[in-house]
């Protein structure tokens, strides 16, 4: 059984999850009828306002714990949640694991970690905010030569002190290029992947691929 699980961090779940909340209850009306019809009893307007003015108070916390009345799976709480909910579901890491958060140089990518370390906090993980310096949109130079690169020795760093044989990677959310970078080095260093595409049933294991990792290069 995995005890540590890396997850990559992205966006969807500040743009457009949660960006996109009613602001009163006819909107919120509106709102509902879009979400998915097996997940709208699982909402109320109160739930969702507290939701949104969290949101807008940047109380990062109060979000989580709004977050949290929902099930793991509600596509309102973001592509992390919904993976890391399915994965340890279907027993791929043990219930309480670690999670380290591997996340982009910029605030939105900042905030989202606080956000996912509060909900996992609260609910008996450790949990690991890493923020991938150069892992950032606005200089797609530093993007190239020094945020993937970053990302690489993280993982790596991670694996060599948790061990592959305890390590699992969840390369769900992130830019394509942090996916593709994740999903290299855990067939490099033999740790498995995982990735659930938000029309996926379940989450997938990526197959064992001719891939290794020139050690003395490295």
């Known amino acids: 059984m995995k005890t540590t699980l890396i997850s990559t961090v992205g966006t969807s779940l500040i743009y457009p999850n949660l960006s ?11 709102w509902l009828k879009r979400q998915p019809l097996s997940e709208q009893p699982l ?11 969290a949101l807008q108070q940047k109380n990062w916390k109060q ?13 309102l709480c973001g592509a992390e949640i919904n993976s890391i909910s399915d994965l340890i ?11 380290i958060f591997c996340h982009s140089a910029t605030p939105d990518g ?7 370390k509060y909900y996992y906090q609260s609910q008996g993980h450790r949990t690991e905010p890493k923020k991938i310096e150069g892992l950032q949109d606005d200089q797609p130079k530093l993007f190239r030569t020094k945020g993937l ?15 592959p044989r305890y390590c699992a990677i969840n390369a769900t959310g992130g830019y394509k290029a942090q996916i593709a970078i ?12 995982y990735y659930k595409h938000e029309r996926f049933s379940e989450i997938i294991a ?10 003395s290069l490295w």
């Open 149 to 163: 690169r970053n990302l690489a020795k993280t993982i790596s760093q991670i694996v060599r002190e948790q061990t």
């Open 43 to 53: 909402f109320n307007y109160e739930l969702i306002s507290n939701i949104r003015i």
């Open 63 to 75: 979000l989580a714990d709004g977050l949290a009345q929902l099930p793991g799976t509600t596509r």
């Open 89 to 99: 579901q279907r027993g791929y890491c043990i219930e309480k694991c670690t999670l």
């Open 110 to 116: 900042e905030n989202i970690a606080e956000i996912l």
């Open 182 to 193: 994740a999903v290299l080095m855990g067939q490099a260093l033999g740790v498995p992947v």
């Open 206 to 215: 990526f197959p064992p691929m001719p891939i290794g990792l020139d050690f």
């Open 20 to 30: 996109g909340l009613p602001a009163d209850e006819t909107s919120y009306e509106t």
